[in-house]
């Protein structure tokens, strides 16, 4: 019995061996490269107030603003409104309290079917295009592309990723804020305060079912093990960096849909750059465009091929690249 045992055992350990040089290989020759930091002719420029085009600046010129927003959009002509009100009505109020504050909001629509970019640029005619600009994707590229062509697009010192959703209260920003200050001294300029959702586990638990609860279990699992450790919440989309962490990570970035927030908190690391991680209010939102099984199931296989890229050297991390 017990030859038979350690025969099985062996067997066992021979085909999970040969399952992961598979998957490795597998990974290594679908690897894509680097998608290439282009635009389209039509992305290059945003519309102002008078709907006259004017060219987009670049991350690579010296900050103009003290804060540059973000904010990807996909089909989010019915949850865009709320957010934007609460955001730039924070945003005034702060400019009111401190004139010498300045501040950008860039809504990034990602090839939405709907009337996004409409209801966006509505707000640039309220407030002028100074402080509100829309860039119109010629076709989906993902949320991480969507928030990659926002920030190259950039003139903030510092650049916040927000969700279109409204999910976290947007005057937590101070909150990051003060997370990326005790960093200080930031090496190269460089550090990055991300909003986490990790103290309302025990409640999100209570409200799930136990088996969304393990599937959220296992992805935080992968998380640690294969990509990123030390950050409870890799994917709550509040992201505060400072202008040279936002061009080093992105411009390195390989995943532009869902998993994207895991390499961009890898790349970090790679180049070590310091990570706060800032408990913030949130709130869920319906709409949510994650279908729990598949969306999950999705992002377990590109955690996977995320480490093993790297480990195989199909994906390899470069200096910071620009944008054609």
Request: hydrophobic share 45%; charged share 25%; glycine share 6%.
């Amino acid at each position: 019995m017990a030859p038979l045992l350690l025969q099985l055992a062996v067997l066992g350990a021979a085909m999970a061996a040969a399952a992961l040089v598979l998957i490795s290989i597998v990974a290594f020759t679908t690897a894509t490269k680097m998608p290439a930091l282009h635009r389209h002719e039509e992305e290059k420029f945003f519309l102002n107030a008078k709907g006259q085009k004017e060219t987009l600046p670049s991350i690579w010129d010296s900050p103009t603003k003290q804060l540059s927003v973000v904010v990807p959009s996909y089909n989010e002509e019915k949850r865009l409104p709320v957010m934007m009100d609460e955001a730039l009505s924070y945003l005034e109020k702060r400019q009111k309290r401190d004139p010498a504050f300045t501040y950008e909001v860039i809504v990034v629509d990602d090839g939405s079917k709907d009337q996004t970019s409409k209801v966006a640029f509505k707000y640039c005619q309220k407030y002028g295009s100074d402080k509100v600009r829309v860039i119109t994707l010629v076709k989906n590229r993902g949320k991480g592309g969507a928030i990659r062509m926002g920030i190259f697009s950039s003139r903030g010192e510092k650049i916040l990723m927000a969700d279109a959703d409204g999910a976290t209260k947007f005057p937590d920003v101070e909150k990051l804020e003060k997370g990326l200050n005790d960093l200080q001294p930031w090496p190269n300029q460089m550090a990055i305060a991300c909003g986490s959702r990790a103290h309302l586990e025990k409640e999100s638990i209570a409200q799930r079912s136990y088996f969304r609860t393990l599937l959220m279990y296992g992805f935080h699992f992968l998380v640690w093990f294969l990509c990123v450790k030390g950050i409870r919440d890799t994917q709550c989309g509040f992201k505060l960096f400072t202008r040279e962490a936002a061009s080093r990570t992105f411009s390195s970035l390989h995943v532009e849909r869902w998993a994207f927030d895991v390499e961009l908190l890898y790349i970090a690391q790679f180049f070590k750059i310091p990570i706060a991680e800032i408990a913030v209010n949130w709130t869920e939102i319906e709409g949510s465009k994650l279908v729990p099984f598949w969306s999950w199931l999705q992002m377990g296989k590109d955690l996977l091929f995320i480490r093993l890229r790297y480990l195989t050297g199909a994906w390899r991390l470069e200096q910071t690249r620009k944008m054609n």
